[in-house]
């Protein structure tokens, strides 16, 4: 046994002739201006509740925070320095002369060093206001999915992962399983409103209560061929939906153009299949590192470790048989 | 755009994938800012300086696109010899009369080719008779005749194209530099960018919201681009233009078929008394018979709207009922009505769909007001601000209000929203779009055509039998309008009244199919003459919904734009005057020698079989008179206006005040503001002191307001929604680093914003999204503010409203308020709560020695005295 | 209760697919096969107009029994090609928000509450009220003897979602009724 996780290319044979092809997003943060419009369509989609404290966040132009049970689409806003976008220039640069496969093609990242067609790099700006929207990756190898006991959390035929919270049990164990600290326990309760006056009013019951919540990737649209909430709201195509094959080669070819522009800050994030999930089907083109957007660097499905672990298991428990056999043996001779 | 129309920036994202340059010019830095290529950061009201700058960059490098120019523009038209510049008068132009402060623009005219004698109004004899602006309409200022004297070599000091070097000579880099913040090398760039994007293959547009219009000369500022786009010839052609961002669904519509004092149906203008007491006068002001283009056909389209509104009543023996149209007598703008409500002179208020107590500029003289009122009408979705306070207002708060004491009666009648009535909107293109009904309004909820159908119903029923002549005008009036089983109106009968339709003749009660076959007999009705052909052929056009992906970029099957389904205004620009389109690459509008038409891509804006060698006879008028390369057909000499001779109350150019609270000395010239605004002097709307006077540095900081992506306007549609108050959810300032550092600002803690209005509190966001400047040697910081929140306890978030800060001066040409820059003080912490708040706000004015004169000296440059030598260092 | 045949049997499924992990077909639950977007037992679906910012967005508005159940982009607009910003894509919620008031109020003079009203005799009060109003301060000419024909004594400032038609009607009849002081955010 290789890997623990799970066989995605047999899930999507199992669906036999439902099967679809996988699809994915691509979130292309360098057109994304921070409207938000995903946040909401995803909302009123999917019947979610309002999150937070209704109080400012400290956080530039954020104020839901993160991904959470409640909210399956966050857009993160950072203000930065010149300093650091020389430091996001730099650290891009050095990925494309080492030739990762995150930034796209070796022959095209080649040329991304220099500029072409007369293209200086352009100034680096005095400062910056960095916008993307951040979703559930729905991992090729998903950890949430790998540790589910129950059986709710499950690999649809479009290689997306969502969980059924009719069969959801609220064990919480998947919390754990996520790598990017997606999925969530929704709250028990009505959703507190700021002041008593609007908690009578506005109080919004939870559907879902107390199940594990997260992107669905909209599957009742995918069902009915058409676009997630989110993609379909988009203003500016910077969240883009299709086949992830699609996704991997417009996304590599996006980060590929900017980098003839000089932006070599550009980098892409899960598209590349030896990351510690096997690649993502929420590819992102980012602008700088990525725990800048608050994604961690290099994620790993815990359930990866799993074989290894497992071997030592099976190691311990046969030493611990033996020596249970030893003692049977030396005790009966007693 | 990318902040406050988001889905209309998918196209200069679009653009900019391909090529194009996005320059974001803002005093702050938004998400548009964040996805331009450059955002250059300028002082809040300071953008003729810049603007003027770029014009004066265009013609001292003889970057204008001189056939353009030379053919379409009035650049080679001469100036009477009266007139004379600011340059010449401290910053006034010729004809200021300090008693009222208006100009008489009489030294402002086109020389007459037939003589020495100047082209004025028509029907205006004495200087006295002279149109205020709110009496043109938007139909632009007539002249009395098209027969100008022109230098068409461009070399006569007094024409257009001279006057104009010399007015903007001052305006240079380094005035951008000392006057707006910009460094000469973010101008050189801007003017780089917009002059080499310029010319026959390429165009540069501009895109405007209310940071251009909301200042006491915000129709200045778009007169300044104007002027650049028509030198580098970006007018009527693809890709070019000046786009006005509107800010709300149907504004454009508000406009066009207006609920504005001012105008009646398609910019005619309502009546003044005095001016326009017989139909003949009034039509006689609209448009000179002799002037070029579809102005003078102006009888035709009122005749047709007093048919539309008065029917049978409307005949030839009575003027077509033009005596029931109620007269002016100056300005009742809503400012002015204000005042009046203050003065105990009003008695009833009808809000409908607006927000005044948080939306207003001055929240508390609005909500003053509204306390003096004996009755008030609301109408909306929610309990707004403006519904509600009299029990939970701020001034409830600090006791200057108590709720047992309010006389006020207030009605609270639920609206139906776009879901739940049918009818069209007009957005921000001029593209009349219908919606659909979905569902029938809930409850006690209706639509505004069901409300205002049935309350003249009932006027009716009251009146019914009164032999008041007073009265006639709601008797006669055409109110019968088909309902469905609910009461509710067609919206579609009132649409095709709007359009109109033969009253006698072979069609008697077809829909007519274009303004042309308007009659000033009293044989067609229709109630806006430039939304004629939207019910063509029996069918509402404005509902066609042929999918984009199945035309061309011009869109023309779906719905239907004013005027004649044309999308792009004064097209014939797009050929050269031999009617060849300027390049291949941005053909539009050509004409089609064979056919001997006009032709391309869209309705031609053109008389379509003028041939572009057609020369009028010199006695033509209207739309005969133009000739084969006048493509501004609806200017009375069918030119664009470099310098406008007539039309706007504060100068034939734009020249460069300070707003009326500025911490700075104008740099240009002695008159510090503007001297032609409105001022509303009183004791609730004080001024601080503009520069360099005494109590000035008591409010040293400049601020502006303005809008956010996740909410809308005074928030009647935001904040009372979950999913979007939870996106923004408080009040906050930006300021920038510099700033919060020297006045002790913690980040997300919270400011006090102290204006001579009024104290608010905001949460602090210390970002260098918000720049402070150096302008004329000294440190200027500027505090941004969304004026989205207001005090209630309704919705779902609340917060101070940014307009409580604001007072009130107006733009004299469309009498909108400066609400973009202005003085405050900022302290860090919370403000004080009850009658302390008061207190802190009038501590500050007392320091500042505030009168209600303060700030509201129109002159501020000796009078009589023109100085030789301006301001200014050159 | 729908029966499970043996074959639906979660473990039976399993073998019988090939998704030997039990993560993908397998485990699929009856609610989960038969997912279908809420949207598609709409009745009615109407193309409309985005009710915010002057861009004009095309929506598409799904209803069912007489209520919206969601509004989304229209893909045939070639003005917005199917997308929303934040607040159109919350125009449901504008419709069926708690914070809407859909019930006629009036507050007395002085009174420090709200008191239910009916709608008919709201419209009949105002009626009343204009009237008065338009009667009290009436003017036949200026100062000078010019005819002005027109009332000072009430006024309207509107907001700019209101639609043309009803723009129309407002002007009509308060222009009829003598009134002058008709407004609009237009002006703002």
């Known amino acids: ?334 | 755009m990318a902040e406050c129309h988001p889905v209309g920036f998918q196209w200069v994202t679009e653009a900019k994938q391909r090529g194009a340059r996005i320059i974001h010019v803002d005093p702050r830095f938004t998400r548009t800012s964040a996805v331009a290529d450059r955002h250059i950061a300028l002082r809040a009201g300071s953008d003729i300086v810049l603007l003027g700058a770029l014009i004066n960059y265009v013609l001292t490098h003889d970057l204008w696109f001189e056939e353009y120019v030379r053919a379409y523009t009035n650049a080679a038209t001469i100036i009477s010899e009266e007139y004379q510049d600011p340059e010449d008068l401290n910053g006034l132009f010729s004809g200021y009369n300090p008693e009222d402060g208006t100009y008489d623009k009489s030294t402002w005219s086109y020389q007459s080719a037939t003589g020495r004698e100047t082209v004025g109004e028509p029907g205006a004899e004495t200087e006295d008779d002279a149109a205020e602006p709110h009496e043109f309409g938007a139909g632009g200022p007539p002249l009395s005749h098209a027969n100008v004297r022109r230098d068409e070599t461009l070399q006569d000091p007094r024409c257009v194209f001279q006057v104009l070097k010399r007015h903007f000579a001052r305006y240079t880099p380094e005035m951008v530099e000392q006057t707006c913040g910009i460094s000469v090398d973010d101008f050189t760039y801007l003017a780089n960018s917009i002059t080499e994007n310029s010319g026959r293959e390429r165009t540069t547009a501009f895109t405007y919201a209310v940071g251009w219009t909301q200042h006491a000369q915000g129709a200045q500022f778009i007169r300044t681009a104007a002027i650049l786009q028509l030198l580098l010839g970006n007018m009527g052609r693809p890709g070019g233009g000046i786009i006005a961002l509107r800010g709300h669904a149907t504004i454009q519509g508000c406009t066009d078929i207006p609920t504005l004092f001012n105008l009646l149906p398609g910019y005619l203008p309502m009546p003044e008394a005095g001016q326009h007491n017989t139909l003949q006068t009034y039509l006689d002001s609209i448009g000179s018979k002799k002037q070029k283009g579809f102005w003078a056909n102006a009888d035709a389209y009122t005749i047709s709207l007093l048919k539309a509104w008065w029917g049978d009543a409307a005949t030839q023996e009575n003027d077509f009922a033009y005596d029931y149209l109620p007269r002016l007598t100056g300005a009742h703008g809503t400012y002015q009505t204000l005042e009046r409500m203050l003065r105990d002179e009003l008695d009833g208020y009808f809000l409908i769909g607006q927000n005044p107590a948080v939306g207003s500029a001055n929240g508390r003289m609005q909500r003053l007001g509204m306390s003096h009122l004996k009755w008030l009408v609301v109408r909306d979705f929610s309990l707004i601000e403006s519904a509600t306070w009299w029990k939970d207002g701020p001034e409830i708060h600090t006791g200057e209000l108590r709720t047992e004491d309010i006389e006020t009666e207030v009605f609270f009648l639920p609206a139906a929203n776009h879901t739940e009535k049918a009818g069209s909107f007009t957005q921000t293109q001029r593209l009349v779009q219908w919606r659909h009904q979905a569902v029938t309004p809930p409850d006690d909820a209706q639509s505004e055509l069901h409300f205002f159908h049935e309350l003249g119903k009932r006027l009716r029923q009251r009146l019914a039998g009164s032999q008041d002549s007073r009265d006639r005008p709601l008797l006669d009036l055409t109110w019968d309008y088909p309902t469905d089983a609910h009461g509710e109106p067609d919206p579609e009968a009132v649409l095709a009244e709007i359009n109109g339709f033969h009253v006698s003749g072979p069609d008697q009660g077809e829909p007519l199919s274009t303004f042309n076959e308007m009659r000033a007999d009293g044989s067609t009705a229709g109630g806006c003459w430039i939304y004629t052909g939207i019910y063509a052929d029996r069918v509402n056009q404005s509902a066609r919904r042929k999918p984009g992906q199945e035309q061309d970029e011009t869109a023309a099957e779906w719905a239907w734009a004013w005027p004649a389904n044309r999308r792009l205004l004064y097209n014939r620009a797009s050929a050269d005057p031999q009617g060849r389109p300027w390049s291949e690459r941005k053909k539009y509008v050509w004409w089609d020698d064979e056919q001997q038409r006009w032709t391309g891509k869209d309705v031609p804006d053109f008389p379509v079989d003028r041939a572009p060698d057609a020369r009028p006879e010199p006695d033509a008028g209207g739309p005969a008179a133009l000739a084969g390369d006048d493509p501004f057909i609806m200017q009375a000499d069918g030119k664009g206006w470099l310098f406008a001779p007539h039309g706007l109350v504060d100068g034939p150019l734009p020249t460069h005040y300070e707003p009326p609270e500025s911490p700075i000395g104008n740099p240009l010239y002695g008159q510090q503001s503007n001297p032609a605004r409105i001022v509303l002097p009183g004791k609730d709307n004080l001024l601080a002191p503009s520069a360099l006077q005494p109590g000035s540095e008591i409010y040293p900081h400049i601020f502006t307001t303005y809008r956010l992506t996740e909410h809308h306007t005074a928030g009647g549609m935001s904040r009372f929604l979950p999913y979007l108050a939870e996106l923004q959810p408080e009040m906050f300032c930006e300021v920038s680093p510099e700033f919060a550092a020297e006045i002790g600002l913690e980040a997300y803690g919270w400011a006090t914003i102290i204006s001579p209005r009024s104290a608010i509190e905001a949460r602090v966001f210390i970002t260098e999204r918000v720049t402070s400047l150096t302008i004329a040697g000294r440190r200027v910081h500027q505090v941004g503010l969304p004026y989205h929140w207001g005090v209630g306890n309704e919705a779902v978030v609340e917060g101070d409203a940014a307009n409580d800060l604001l007072g009130l001066t107006l733009d004299p040409n469309v009498h909108i308020q400066g609400s973009k820059a202005a003085q405050c003080a900022v302290r860090p912490g919370r403000r004080p709560r009850g009658p302390e708040l008061t207190k802190l706000v009038e501590d500050l004015r007392q320091q500042a020695g505030l009168t209600v004169e303060t700030g509201n000296e129109r002159l501020t440059v000796p009078w009589g005295e023109p100085q030789d030598q301006p301001r200014g260092e050159q | 209760m729908t029966r499970i045949t043996p074959l639906e049997w979660p473990v039976i499924r399993q073998l019988r697919t090939r998704d030997s992990s039990g993560r993908g077909a397998a485990v699929t639950s009856k609610k989960t096969r038969e997912t279908s977007p809420r949207t598609s037992d709409a009745d009615t679906v109407v193309q409309s107009i985005c009710p915010y910012c002057a861009v004009g967005c095309g929506q598409k508005v799904y209803a069912k029994d007489n209520r919206v159940v969601h509004i989304e982009g229209d893909p045939d607009s070639p003005i917005s090609r199917g997308r929303l910003c934040p607040k159109g894509a919350a125009s449901e919620q504008l419709v069926n928000s708690a914070g809407r008031q859909t019930k006629v109020l009036y507050r007395a003079p002085r009174s420090r509450e709200w008191e239910s009203l009916d709608l008919d005799r709201a419209i009949d009060m105002i009626a009343d009220r204009l009237l008065t109003a338009r009667r009290k301060h009436w003017e036949d000419t200026d100062q000078h003897g010019n005819p002005v024909r027109r009332t000072m004594g009430f006024a309207s400032l509107g907001g700019a979602t209101i639609d043309n038609e009803e723009n129309y009607l407002i002007k009509k009849l308060f222009s009829a009724a003598g009134a002058v002081q008709i407004e609009n955010q237009a002006r703002i």
Request: hydrophobic share 30%; proline share 5%; charged share 25%.
């Open chain 1, 1 to 334: 046994m290789e890997s623990l996780t799970e066989d995605t290319q047999r899930s999507a044979e199992a669906y036999a002739e439902r099967a679809g092809s996988r699809k994915a997003f691509f979130t292309d943060t360098s057109i994304c201006i921070g409207c938000k419009a995903c946040e909401v369509a995803c909302k009123e989609w999917n019947r979610n509740p309002q999150d937070g404290d209704l109080e400012v966040l400290g956080s530039s132009y954020d104020n839901t925070g993160a991904l959470g049970a409640n909210t399956w689409r966050h857009v993160a806003f950072v203000e930065q320095d010149q300093d650091r976008i020389e430091k996001a220039r730099e650290s891009g640069r050095k990925l494309v002369s080492l030739g990762m496969p995150r930034v796209g093609p070796p022959a095209q990242a080649g040329a991304a060093a220099g500029a072409q067609d007369g293209t200086a790099p352009p100034d680096t700006a005095e400062f910056r206001w960095l916008m993307s929207s951040d979703v559930c990756k729905h991992c090729t190898h998903a950890g949430c999915l790998d540790v589910c006991p129950t059986g709710a959390l499950f690999r649809t035929e479009y290689g997306t992962v969502k969980v059924q919270e009719d069969i959801c049990n609220g064990c919480g164990t998947c919390v754990g399983g996520c790598p990017f600290g997606v999925i969530e326990r929704r709250d028990e309760g009505i959703i507190r409103a700021k002041t008593e006056r609007a908690q009578s009013k506005y109080a919004q019951e939870i559907p879902n209560e107390g199940t594990a919540n997260k992107c669905t990737f909209c599957y009742d649209r995918l069902v009915d061929g058409q676009t997630p909430a989110c993609a379909q709201t988009c203003p500016t195509t910077s969240i883009k939906f299709g086949d992830r094959e699609d996704m991997v080669e417009s996304a590599r070819q996006r980060v590929a153009e900017l980098h003839q522009q000089g932006m070599t800050e550009a980098r892409l994030y899960g598209a590349n299949p030896n990351d510690g999930v096997g690649g993502t089907g929420s590819i992102f083109l980012l602008l700088d590192e990525p725990e800048v957007y608050g994604l961690p660097p290099d994620p790993r499905v815990p359930t990866k470790d799993l074989p290894r672990m497992y071997q030592r298991a099976v190691l311990a428990a046969g030493g611990m048989l033996a020596a249970v056999g030893v003692s049977f043996v030396l005790g009966g001779r007693r």
